[in-house]
Structure formats: structure tokens, C-alpha cells
């Protein structure tokens, strides 16, 4: 982690931010499943992934013990995924990334072009390109089967060659659907650089993401709650900003106390409530202990919006996207969060992974006709000063509740 975690002052806001997102790019085959259809390709294949969960695996067989064949095709990949949401979200995005010469590649790069996202370095190659079996149970919640295909060529060559342009960004997005030793070898070129953009880190799929997270030139990690289980060795290591799933859905932040926060502000709505709550947690590594400096970590539990999903494919690529383009324009970082969070929520009462991106207009036309429900406000740093001056023990629970009108 390091000092461009720091919330950009307002004199230093960019217009348009420059975001670059290096990662996959796919077509998505969407299957609508029953929960006995699902129970039976459990069954069949123990490599099958579990609920929001996503497995790379290059396997033929998978079509023949199919129930029915893809409801649709769409386009995909948490880079491209990505991509749109951060453009959808204010920032001048490029994505880098490597298709096949095939007509989905060419349809995949159109159809990206069209959506204001700079395709200009996406590389062709003779593989196919890169495809994602998402299945989707009746509650809308997804398990996904990516097959990589072109997303193999990205190598260490393809880094080098776009570094400069990489290094000039504002914000890197970066996730774990291409080969992670390049990836690796820009973490560590970033790292030893004088300059290098905010990077935000998607550990997804979970398998391998362990490399990427041992490099402290990430400055945000957005997990889901399958990934932070499997991750949470790792994790527990990274000293930067996490934001996660947690159960019941809510969104855990976890924020070093070295972060500027300014005046923030976060609006979970929940219409089925009559309240909502926010918590904030030290670190519960100086329990028993009086201190006088400020916590090493606050810990905020946000409740989303309350939305009927129809489809969570791609809810948490927004919100990743969502964040690098909002992190640099907004005066604090949660004012950042609140709107990704929203951005998330929105888009899965869409079918596939990219039709449902909301752009930043209607994100804040949301929080418009939700803003007389409820608003809370929070001063953490004066909260945190108040609490070291006081010499309350760093790690007692403060819950925050605010009455619905």
C-alpha cells in the first residue's frame, strides 16, 4: 500500500479520470438452471464451482452433460466488464487485453468501441476467444466456468510494451482471468516506480489470486465473500483498503488509518427497514489496550440498497470499475464507496454481465430519490481523534443508528 490511497484534494480532481483496466475478455454463455439441474452437474463434475464462485477450467466435456443449451450469449470478462462500468462511471477507460481473430473477437471489440472504451491496444492472436459458461439458479445468483482462450497470450512482452501508457493512468484495474505471472512482473515494475496509478485488485477467480496480493503496489482489493474465504491467509497480510461482501449481503470496508477520509458519507437504503446501521470497528489487535494514536484500521459494515436481483453476474466487476473511476473525482473515499455500492446493486435487476451497468446519471438520480429516507453523516477522523484523546481502548464497537423518518 502506498500514498496514492490518499484521497486526490479537490484542487487536484481530474475532469475525467484516465482508468486502465487489464484483464479478460469473453463471450458469456448465460444458463438459466434449476436447483436439480444444478444439484446434478455438482454431482457429475467436483470441480463444479460453488455459489458466486469462478473457476478457470479448459474442459470439453462440460457441453454434453449440459440440461439445456446457453438461454443466450452476451459479452463478458471481468476486464471488459470493468471497462464499461469505470467509462459508465465518468473515466476515459482503455482496456488491454487479447482476443482471437475469430468473429467473436471482432464483435466483442465493436460492441466494446461502441460502449466509449478504447480497444486500440487489445491484442488479436490465433486462439480463440475467451468464452464463460454462467449459470444462474432462481435466485439470480450465478456460477461461472471461464474458458480462456485468447486471455493465455497476455505475457510479460504485452506488459512491457504498454508500461509507459500503464504508468501514465490515473487508476489500473487488474483481476485474475489472465495468466498472473505478468501481471506479477507489473506489480513489481510499479512498485519500483516514481509514479504509478491507483491500483485496484479483483481477486477473482481465487485460485492463484494469492500471487498478486503479496505485491504491495495494490492499494484497493475487492473480494466477494466465496473469494475472501479462500483468501483470507493471504489477506490477512494486505495492508491496504479492502472492501467485501459479508453475509446478509453487506458490503465490509476496511480502511488503514493512514487514509484521508475528508467528510464522509454513506447512504445504505433498505426500504424493508425502519433503520439502518452502520458499524465501525478498530482493529481488534489492540484489545485490553489504552492508547493514545488513532486505530490501525476502522472497519464500516454498509447495507446496499434493497433490489429484487434477477442476475448478480457482473455486480461485483461494477463495483470494481465503479471505484476506479469515482476514487480519484470524489472528495472522500466513501463518498466513492457509496456510489460503487449503488452502481452494483443496480445492476443486477438486469439479465448479463454488462446490459445492466448504470451509468453515473442514473446512479445519482438513485441516490436523489433515496436521499429523504435516510442520511448519515460520519466525521471519522474527528471520531478517531476524539477516541485517542479520550484514551478509549482502539477496538470498542460504535454503532451509529439513525431513524428512518
Not at 258 to 271: A, F, G, K, Q, Y
Request: hydrophobic share 40%; charged share 20%; aromatic share 4%.
Amino acid at each position: 500500500m502506498r500514498n496514492s490511497l490518499i484521497i486526490m484534494s479537490q484542487q487536484s480532481l481530474p475532469s475525467m479520470p484516465s482508468v486502465i483496466s487489464l484483464g479478460s475478455i469473453n463471450v458469456d454463455r448465460i444458463h438459466h438452471v434449476s436447483a436439480d439441474a444444478l444439484k446434478n452437474l455438482t454431482s457429475t463434475h467436483r470441480w463444479f464451482p460453488d455459489r458466486g464462485e469462478t473457476v478457470i477450467h479448459d474442459v470439453e466435456s462440460l457441453s454434453s452433460s449440459l440440461p439445456t443449451p446457453p438461454d443466450m450469449t452476451q459479452y463478458g470478462g471481468k476486464g471488459a466488464n470493468q471497462a464499461i462500468a469505470a467509462t459508465n462511471a465518468g473515466a476515459q477507460t482503455t482496456l488491454l487485453g487479447a482476443v482471437g481473430s475469430d468473429k467473436e473477437g471482432t464483435d466483442v471489440c465493436e460492441h466494446l468501441n461502441e460502449s466509449d472504451v478504447n480497444v486500440d491496444n487489445v491484442q488479436s492472436t490465433a486462439m480463440p476467444t475467451g468464452t464463460a459458461d454462467i449459470f444462474i439458479d432462481p435466485e439470480g445468483d450465478n456460477r461461472i466456468i471461464v474458458r480462456p482462450g485468447a486471455n493465455k497470450a497476455i505475457d510479460i512482452d504485452y506488459i512491457d510494451t504498454h508500461f509507459e501508457r500503464i504508468v501514465a493512468s490515473d487508476c489500473l484495474l487488474i483481476q485474475n482471468e489472465i495468466p498472473p505471472d505478468p501481471v506479477t512482473h507489473l506489480l513489481n515494475r510499479l512498485f519500483m516506480s516514481d509514479n504509478s496509478p491507483i491500483v485496484f485488485c479483483d481477486p477473482a477467480p481465487a485460485s492463484g489470486a494469492d500471487q498478486l496480493l503479496r505485491s504491495d503496489a495494490i492499494d484497493y482489493v475487492t473480494p466477494n465473500e466465496t473469494e475472501y474465504a479462500a483468501l483470507k491467509s493471504a489477506l490477512s497480510e494486505y495492508d491496504g483498503v479492502l472492501i467485501r461482501k459479508a453475509g446478509d449481503d453487506d458490503v465490509i470496508v476496511e480502511i488503514p488509518d493512514c487514509l484521508t477520509l475528508s467528510v464522509p458519507r454513506i447512504t445504505p437504503v433498505d426500504v424493508d427497514s425502519d433503520r439502518a446501521r452502520i458499524i465501525m470497528d478498530a482493529d481488534a489487535e489492540h484489545e485490553g489496550q489504552s492508547t493514545t494514536k488513532p486505530p490501525e484500521s476502522t472497519q464500516l459494515s454498509i447495507t446496499p440498497p434493497a433490489v429484487e436481483p434477477v442476475d448478480t453476474t457482473g455486480a461485483g466487476d461494477v463495483l470494481s470499475g465503479y471505484l476506479a473511476a469515482r476514487v480519484p473525482l470524489e472528495e472522500s473515499l466513501l463518498e466513492a464507496v457509496e456510489k460503487a455500492i449503488i452502481a452494483g446493486s443496480i445492476s443486477t435487476q438486469h439479465a448479463g454481465a454488462q446490459k445492466g451497468i448504470p451509468t453515473i446519471s442514473t446512479v445519482r438520480k438513485f441516490q436523489s430519490n433515496n436521499r429523504d429516507w435516510l442520511r448519515i453523516l460520519i466525521t471519522c477522523i474527528l471520531l478517531w481523534w476524539e477516541y485517542a484523546g479520550c484514551g478509549i481502548i482502539a477496538d470498542r464497537w460504535i454503532s451509529i443508528w439513525w431513524d428512518l423518518p
